[in-house]
């Protein structure tokens, strides 16, 4: 049974913007637009993957991520020639007796801080948060267990030629922003900025010649 199927629909379901960046190991340079395609719907297999996984007292899940901006971090030098950059995402989700301020990860010391959960806290039903066999944990994925996951889906997409490892190798670190208003200052991005739309540029031209 997945998270929304059946008794799990209704009313209490809620949406939620975040965003949050994946840093990679890769050439920025060599990236093409539908590899950065396929690295948004990761994000979405891997978080909702994760989220059965741990039992997610409130049934997060994300229905779409995109693309808002590409950042160089580490670029070759003439003594290194390691490189990475900084993808930024814009998620949306749904959750279940959840407020728009819920974050995407948690760990398990601070799950009941962060959502205002106590030992009496509205929980759901198992039927809703834990598919059959799986360990109640009960709480969000942590940034560390989605790094992990995120890699091991990175390794199927080298594998089926959706991705080349020369141009995304690995994933280095996760890390969520928070909403929109709070990360961007109450400015949102529409669509990527101008200097990485001049790289998309340049990259869409790069494939046609």
Same mark, same amino acid.
């Given at each position: 049974?997945?998270?929304? !199927?059946?008794? *799990?629909?209704?009313?209490?379901?809620?949406?939620?913007? %975040?965003?949050?960046?994946?840093?990679? &190991?890769?050439?920025?340079?060599?990236?093409?637009? #539908?590899?950065?395609?396929?690295?948004?719907?990761?994000?979405?297999?891997?978080?909702?993957?994760?989220?059965?996984?741990? *039992?997610?007292?409130?049934?997060? %899940?994300?229905?779409?991520?995109?693309?808002?901006?590409?950042?160089?971090?580490?670029? $070759?030098?003439?003594?290194?020639? !390691?490189?990475? =950059?900084?993808?930024?995402?814009?998620?949306v989700g749904t959750c279940r007796r959840c407020t728009s301020n819920t974050p995407l990860f948690s760990d398990a010391?601070?799950? #009941?801080?962060?959502?205002?959960?106590?030992?009496?806290?509205?929980?759901?039903?198992?039927? *809703?948060? *834990?598919?059959?066999?799986? !360990? &109640?944990?009960?709480? &969000? $994925?942590?940034?560390?267990?989605?790094?992990?996951?995120?890699?091991?889906?990175?390794?199927?997409?080298?594998? !089926?030629?959706?991705?080349? $490892?020369?141009?995304?190798?690995?994933?280095?670190?996760?890390?969520?922003?928070?909403? $929109?208003? #709070? &990360?961007?200052?109450?400015?949102?991005?529409?669509?990527?900025?101008?200097?990485?739309?001049? =790289?998309l540029g340049l990259v869409v031209l790069k494939m046609i010649l």
């Open positions: 049974m997945s998270l929304l !199927d059946d008794e *799990c629909t209704g009313d209490a379901l809620n949406t939620f913007e %975040r965003q949050m960046t994946l840093e990679f &190991a890769g050439n920025v340079d060599e990236v093409l637009v #539908a590899e950065l395609n396929t690295t948004e719907n990761g994000v979405r297999v891997t978080y909702n993957e994760l989220a059965k996984s741990t *039992c997610d007292p409130f049934s997060r %899940r994300i229905v779409n991520s995109t693309v808002e901006e590409i950042v160089p971090i580490r670029p $070759p030098t003439l003594f290194e020639e !390691d490189q990475s =950059f900084r993808v930024q995402f814009l998620v010391a601070n799950i #009941a801080r962060k959502l205002n959960v106590g030992s009496d806290a509205r929980r759901m039903e198992d039927k *809703c948060a *834990c598919p059959e066999g799986t !360990d &109640a944990v009960e709480r &969000a $994925p942590t940034t560390d267990e989605y790094t992990v996951a995120y890699n091991e889906w990175l390794d199927r997409m080298h594998e !089926d030629g959706r991705i080349d $490892p020369e141009h995304i190798e690995s994933t280095l670190e996760t890390v969520e922003l928070g909403n $929109p208003s #709070a &990360a961007l200052n109450g400015r949102r991005l529409e669509g990527l900025e101008v200097g990485n739309i001049v =790289f």
